[in-house]
């Protein structure tokens, strides 16, 4: 109940600011832009999981195809810098191989990215930025699909009230995209955990996740430029 409450707080905060986006200054470039903007955005990813201590030989993961979708909100500081918070749903998918068995991980759940940005205003009012920071994952199903099984990845077990994998991850998110005037957006990501994502054998084993993505967004008051929604 409270990871529920806590999402709805959160997504109630992106339409506010969507819907009732803060004041802006008058030119083109910095001076023309909102402090305070949102918007939307879809990607596709390919995912998977790494074990650094693990052959493949042992157990491997190749990485599968998956989508994610989910809003921002853009606070505009400085003409070259910025601060940007997401929040984000993903459903990734990969391919287990261990030993004799084979089968299919799909994962579902919340991801809430904090970056830094660093950007630069282009003659015509194009955007180039490049975003950095921490981000934390909340997944509520993962499940291996074997042949004539299902595997819940995070069931406890009755005695040790341990599960294969825990629903909390952590780690770092780099992207980089171009944003045209009237506020389309085309980016690349890749984000990379740094937290042990095994429960039960997190002594003896560690499992990092790791996405690639590329999609599209759309920034709501991005439009910068004399005679434009933000000029005077």
Same mark, same amino acid.
């Not at 596709?44 to 491997?60: E, I, K, Q, T, W």
């Given at each position: 109940?409270?990871?529920?409450?806590?999402?709805?707080?959160?997504?109630?905060?992106?339409?506010?600011?969507?819907?009732?986006?803060?004041?802006?200054?008058?030119?083109?470039?910095?001076?023309?832009?909102?402090?305070?903007?949102?918007?939307?955005?879809?990607?596709?990813?390919?995912?998977?999981?790494?074990?650094?201590?693990?052959?493949?030989?042992?157990?491997?993961?190749?990485?599968?195809?998956?989508?994610?979708? *989910?809003?921002?909100?853009? +606070?505009?500081?400085?003409?070259? #810098? %910025? =601060? @940007?918070?997401?929040?984000?749903?993903? $459903?990734?998918?990969?391919?287990?191989?261990?030993?004799?068995?084979?089968?299919?991980?799909?994962?579902?759940?919340?991801?809430?990215?904090?970056?830094?940005?660093?950007?630069?205003?282009?003659?015509?009012?194009?955007?180039?930025?490049?975003?950095?920071?921490?981000?934390?994952?909340?997944?509520?199903?993962?499940?291996?699909?074997?042949?004539?099984?299902?595997?819940?990845?995070?069931?406890?077990?009755?005695?040790?009230?341990?599960?294969?994998?825990?629903?909390?991850?952590? *780690?770092?998110?780099?992207? +980089?995209?171009?944003?045209?005037? #009237? %506020? =389309? @957006?085309?980016?690349?990501?890749?984000? $990379?955990?740094?937290?042990?994502?095994?429960?039960?054998?997190?002594?003896?084993?560690?499992?990092?996740?790791?996405?690639?993505?590329?999609?599209?967004?759309?920034?709501?008051?991005?439009?910068?430029?004399?005679?434009?929604?933000?000029?005077?």
């Amino acid at each position: 109940m409270a990871h529920r409450r806590l999402l709805f707080v959160a997504w109630f905060m992106l339409l506010s600011c969507l819907l009732f986006p803060q004041g802006s200054k008058a030119g083109c470039s910095h001076d023309s832009v909102r402090l305070v903007t949102g918007g939307l955005k879809g990607e596709a990813n390919l995912s998977g999981y790494f074990f650094p201590a693990l052959s493949r030989d042992m157990v491997h993961v190749d990485p599968g195809f998956g989508g994610t979708f *989910g809003g921002f909100v853009f +606070f505009d500081f400085h003409r070259h #810098f %910025g =601060l @940007q918070m997401e929040w984000l749903y993903h $459903v990734r998918m990969a391919h287990v191989h261990q030993h004799d068995h084979k089968g299919q991980l799909f994962y579902a759940g919340f991801e809430v990215p904090l970056y830094w940005s660093v950007q630069w205003v282009l003659d015509r009012c194009d955007r180039i930025f490049l975003l950095f920071g921490p981000t934390v994952e909340y997944g509520y199903k993962a499940q291996i699909f074997e042949k004539n099984d299902v595997i819940d990845l995070y069931r406890k077990d009755d005695e040790t009230q341990l599960s294969a994998m825990k629903d909390v991850s952590m *780690g770092w998110s780099l992207a +980089f995209g171009y944003e045209f005037r #009237f %506020g =389309l @957006q085309v980016q690349v990501s890749c984000k $990379v955990g740094f937290y042990n994502i095994l429960d039960a054998n997190r002594s003896e084993v560690e499992a990092y996740p790791y996405a690639l993505s590329a999609g599209l967004a759309y920034r709501f008051g991005a439009m910068r430029g004399k005679g434009g929604r933000n000029g005077r």
